[in-house]
């Protein structure tokens, strides 16, 4: 059996430490990931890796592999460490039988599994014939406990703010969260991510292979990134659409004006029709944030009507006269 180097497959020495350990995973986890690299090896590649991290990236299973690795070199022979063959007194030894735990019969899948077998809880089967000893066809006579099932770390979530600035235009922001594992300290990340054009208030963004770590060779979960979108002084988002306020004072709602605006991008000059109401909407088609086929939302301008808190002598004696003369009844006209 041909020996597997696990410090070898993260590319890290046996003196690093565990963060160096972490930190060379996570680089080759996003390199190999078979949803970002398309290479017929990629898959298998991961594999390794995952399965490396799960030994030397545990701090009592690195232990254990420090102490029967210490000896071995790269592609040597495996060599049982002292006071392995107490494990297998009562045992056939010599020709191979189906009582014989056979090393080079080509039935398993290398060190891997064994060393699994080994992790898995063998403590309770040394001795020989302990709870796990099985006898008959294809078994091994040491009764070996099944391969645990492969299963996927856990997705995070977290959230990530953003401005109107940056949905319109896209933009890389930095996130940081922490990441609880059991047993372990908790462990404070930081990612790079990029905003796409477009992004909406409550979208989800996933970032594959980012979250906790696989089970037994099983593939790291998600980071799932929930996009908030910060209202400024001047607009607020409602999905694709923005939606400005614009000031108007009675006369210009009464009378109509032409009114300079904020957009995204620039100013644009508003036509305000006369007889316009408190709380009415006046669209800019296009003028919102990027959708999918080259379309984009609209900007909504929304008029809100201000009366002057002070009149000199002369505006009071217009409002006076406007108020004699005109029809107009606020009270039948609102029902």
């Not at 990340?189 to 037994?216: D, H, W």
Request: proline share 4%; charged share 25%.
């Amino acid at each position: 059996m041909q020996f597997r180097d696990y410090y070898q497959t993260l590319g890290v020495n046996r003196s690093d430490s565990s963060e160096s350990i972490t930190k060379a995973y996570r680089k080759l986890a996003r390199k190999y990931h078979p949803d970002l690299n398309k290479e017929p090896n990629a898959e298998e590649k991961f594999k390794e890796i995952n399965e490396a991290y799960e030994v030397i990236g545990d701090s009592k299973n690195r232990k254990r592999y420090d102490a029967l690795g210490k000896n071995w070199k790269s592609g040597q022979d495996f060599q049982a460490p002292p006071g392995w063959e107490g494990m297998f007194e009562g045992f056939a030894s010599g020709a191979q039988s189906s009582k014989g735990f056979d090393f080079g019969s080509g039935q398993g899948s290398g060190f891997s599994d064994f060393f699994q077998s080994l992790f898995g809880g063998m403590e309770e089967m040394q001795g020989g014939r302990g709870s796990g000893y099985q006898n008959g066809p294809g078994t091994s006579g040491f009764g070996q406990r099944p391969s645990p099932k492969k299963s996927k770390g856990q997705n995070i979530k977290s959230e990530i703010t953003i401005t109107i600035q940056d949905a319109y235009l896209g933009a890389t922001k930095n996130v940081e969260f922490s990441v609880q594992q059991e047993g372990r300290a908790p462990e404070r990340r930081s990612y790079e991510v990029k905003i796409p054009k477009g992004c909406t208030s409550g979208k989800t963004m996933r970032l594959s292979a980012q979250g906790g770590p696989g089970q037994n060779g099983g593939v790291n979960g998600d980071l799932l990134l929930k996009v908030k979108i910060k209202d400024d002084s001047t607009f607020r988002t409602e999905g694709s659409n923005i939606v400005t306020t614009l000031t108007l004072s009675p006369w210009e709602a009464a009378l109509g004006a032409e009114v300079l605006v904020p957009t995204l991008d620039s100013q644009v000059n508003l036509k305000i029709p006369a007889g316009s109401q408190n709380g009415q909407r006046l669209r800019l088609k296009n003028k919102g944030l990027p959708k999918k086929n080259n379309e984009q939302g609209n900007l909504y301008v929304e008029l809100k009507i201000v009366v002057p808190k002070e009149l000199s002598e002369k505006e009071k004696s217009l409002w006076e006269e406007l108020s004699s003369v005109s029809s107009f009844d606020a009270r039948k006209n609102s029902a």
